[in-house]
């Protein structure tokens, strides 16, 4: 089993060698899996389980004060699944699974995404508030009016901080691809990111997979997994993922990051963000 996990691309984050760490035994653990779905699974899981990532209990608040998850998933045979705007729920991640693998959807949201959660005994009603978290909250100073006091603080207070997790697994026969995220600080409530947008947060076929991270909308607008996919059709992983990001900073100004594995298990990455950490096994 091929892994290559990344934790988020972003601004340089604190406690580096501890991050690095968690993603080192997050792909470890992952290649012990029986197949990419649940290699791809376990390396997400691990991440979302450290509070020191942007996904699960590391994940930020939305402009009510909720913490809501999301999470995508998708194998090169097609199965797809993606789960957002989870209140309570840490492992995202497998609730996308449950959503591919047990429903003919390809998306759930909110509290029906939940209610499947739990009936697949995921956990639901985890306490995804942690002290740096209620700290930075407190300190913004959230309005408690209406929406037309808290749309104009939204437009300023939102996006910072845009990291996400991701992995890509492969066991040289079939390949997977999975992305989850906490979201972006001080985003509109209900506000749903790139990461459970096929094409966009991450992607699968059989040419490989990619699970990206950074800057939401514009990834979403660009199209940024499935075109660093597409480029797998003329060049290497790592030519790939560089040339995309390249692409895509020029096109839209923002900042994101991709992990790029092809059919053969030769893993890319790249970002234009200050920092990405990544893990690769073997």
């Known amino acids: ?76 045979d097609g199965t797809t699944g993606a789960a957002c705007g989870m209140a309570g729920v840490a492992n995202a991640v497998d609730v996308a699974s449950v959503v591919a693998t047990e429903t003919p959807h390809v998306v759930l949201a909110g509290e029906p995404a939940v209610d499947l959660a739990a009936a697949f005994d995921v956990e639901t009603d985890v306490d995804l508030w942690t002290d740096r978290t209620r700290e930075r909250w407190d300190a913004a100073d959230p309005p408690s009016g209406g929406l037309d006091e808290t749309l104009p603080w939204v437009r300023e207070q939102f996006g910072r901080g845009s990291d996400t997790v991701g992995a890509v697994a492969t066991d040289g026969e079939s390949l997977v691809a999975a992305t989850s995220t906490g979201g972006r600080w001080f985003a509109l409530a209900g506000r749903v990111g790139d990461v459970p947008q096929i094409g966009a947060g991450f992607y699968a076929d059989d040419r490989g997979g990619a699970s990206a991270t950074g800057a939401g909308e514009a990834i979403a607008r660009f199209g940024l997994a499935r075109r660093a996919v597409d480029e797998l059709e003329r060049r290497s992983s790592h030519q790939a993922a560089e040339e995309v990001i390249e692409e895509f900073a020029d096109a839209t100004g923002e900042r994101a990051g991709l992990v790029v594995v092809d059919h053969d298990g030769h893993a890319g990455s790249a970002t234009n963000a200050a920092s990405m950490q990544t893990a690769e096994r073997p």
């Open 1 to 76: 089993m091929h892994v290559i996990a990344h934790g988020g691309a972003g601004s340089v984050p604190d406690e580096p060698a501890m991050r690095q760490r968690s993603l080192a035994t997050a792909v470890e653990e992952a290649t012990r899996s029986d197949d990419p779905l649940e290699a791809a699974c376990t390396a997400v899981r691990a991440l979302e389980d450290d509070p020191r990532f942007n996904a699960g209990v590391g994940s930020v608040a939305q402009s009510d004060g909720t913490i809501r998850t999301d999470a995508g998933l998708m194998a090169d």
